[in-house]
């Protein structure tokens, strides 16, 4: 891996730290500590990122490699401080590594250890020096772990601290920023933690447009086989839409509420996106869900998706990756298993370009079958249709009739409008009846350069 800038190096460590806390058995601390000082005459921030996890594996920095370019270069000097211990450790190690050195022998150095006089812990802490504003790298940090809070990793609480040893720092004082969310999670589902997680951050992100109650979230997690060895590559989406009151003032929907943020998250920490990302998101089809996109663009490291002749009340807020860094398929996969999910759960919701056309025809449909129930002469065949229908025969008229064929019309477009792979038994009909049987559907989806069946393409 090639450091290139500061964002990099501090994730990268925050990263490491988060790994070591997954694989130790009981509840660890993750803290962020920043602290300032002047050298020279010119500020400095030291980043420490220590954890109560298992041991550091010097493997995690020393196939690091620094980028030789003027930003960096005026930033950061190369130098890792490392401090770790392991619970059988009966010292902790200290060392230093220098990835400006070219020479792998020369890069380590070990320092003298530290005695543990026989008390039983582990963990890590790793630091380095940074040339920078303390607010700027503050406000940098404290994005980059609101972010990894939402995941709501089990097991770990974080904590990040900023402050100065100097009068420059003392006059921000010492902070710190309670970190709520990660605490003691129980090792459920980690797809239920991003559900939880981003449900809460898209209702305190928007709390202006009152949307919580709103809210609707489809997850979907694709799986493949990896090798001999029983390496698999596992992708957990989630993607949440809003829909809005109509009495909304539209004057009040700003143009980036009509786009879609994307996170991606690798091992429960943000991280860049991929090519092979990218490339999942233009694949899907779109049009199966109602929605046409117009672009994908990045902004400052965040996706941005815009779609085209998108509702004015009906606003995709959210598309969140967890383990994104795989191959184009299964992030596809586990992103399409997201939207399925959502449109099977909420009636009406991401139709098909096709169901929606379809939709258009309803209501002068359901008006002529009203006409033609109420015209006859038949009163047997009129109040069995009703009682079908589920109108009471005092709210017998034209309006409701109709309204309430209308309704059943849209309910079935919408059940056929799902996902025929999650669903084989027999379609849905205006009027139930166990006579009528179809055989079922064979999903088509996944062949290579090849679209799935539309259930409505008759």
């Not at 005026?74 to 902790?92: F, H, K, P, R, V």
């Not at 004057?251 to 999942?280: G, H, W």
């Not at 959210?318 to 449109?343: E, F, P, T, W």
């Not at 991401?350 to 008006?367: F, V």
Request: charged fraction near 25%; aromatic fraction near 8%; hydrophobic fraction near 35%.
């Amino acid at each position: 891996m090639e450091v290139s800038s500061v964002q990099m190096l501090y994730t990268h460590l925050i990263f490491c730290a988060v790994q070591r806390c997954r694989l130790a058995d009981d509840l660890c601390r993750l803290s962020i500590k920043l602290t300032s000082f002047s050298r020279f005459g010119c500020p400095i921030v030291r980043i420490s990122v220590s954890d109560t996890g298992v041991g550091s594996k010097l493997e995690e920095y020393q196939y690091l490699k620094y980028r030789n370019n003027a930003v960096l270069t005026n930033q950061w000097d190369g130098m890792i401080s490392l401090a770790t211990t392991s619970i059988y450790d009966s010292e902790i190690h200290n060392l230093n590594l220098n990835l400006k050195e070219s020479n792998s022998a020369g890069r380590l150095t070990k320092l003298p250890s530290t005695a543990k006089n026989g008390a039983k812990f582990s963990g890590t802490e790793v630091s380095v020096s940074i040339s920078k504003s303390l607010d700027d790298l503050l406000a940098e940090v404290t994005c980059f772990l609101q972010k990894m809070i939402l995941v709501k990793i089990p097991k770990v609480v974080m904590e990040l601290l900023a402050g100065g040893n100097d009068p420059l720092g003392s006059q921000i004082g010492s902070r710190i920023l309670a970190i709520e969310g990660s605490s003691a999670y129980s090792p459920v589902e980690s797809i239920k933690c991003l559900e939880v997680g981003f449900k809460d951050y898209v209702r305190k992100r928007y709390t202006a447009f009152s949307i919580g109650e709103n809210l609707k979230v489809g997850t979907g997690v694709a799986n493949s086989s990896g090798s001999s060895q029983g390496n698999s590559q596992v992708v957990e989406a989630v993607v949440i839409i809003s829909e809005m009151s109509e009495q909304f003032p539209s004057s009040c929907i700003r143009e980036q509420d009509m786009k879609t943020e994307v996170l991606y998250f690798k091992d429960f920490v943000p991280c860049s996106n991929t090519q092979s990302s990218v490339d999942a998101l233009t694949s899907i089809n779109w049009k199966n869900y109602g929605l046409a996109l117009r672009s994908i663009a990045d902004h400052d490291g965040c996706v941005m998706l815009e779609w085209e002749n998108l509702p004015q009340y009906f606003h995709v807020k959210q598309l969140v990756a967890q383990n994104s860094i795989a191959d184009r398929n299964l992030a596809r996969k586990a992103v399409k298993c997201a939207l399925d999910d959502l449109k099977e759960n909420n009636q009406g919701v991401l139709l098909s370009t096709r169901a929606l056309k379809i939709c258009d025809y309803a209501p002068d449909l359901a008006k002529t079958l009203a006409r033609l129930i109420l015209s006859s002469n038949d009163l047997n065949f009129q109040e069995e249709c009703c009682s079908l229908l589920g109108v009471q025969s005092q709210e017998v008229n034209m309006d409701n009739v109709g309204n309430c064929i209308r309704d059943k019309i849209v309910s079935v477009i919408g059940l056929n409008d799902r996902n025929p792979q999650k669903h084989k038994d027999a379609p849905s009909f205006l009027f139930e009846d166990d006579y009528f049987q179809k055989e079922d559907l064979m999903d088509e989806e996944y062949q290579e350069d090849e679209e799935a069946y539309n259930s409505l393409d008759l």
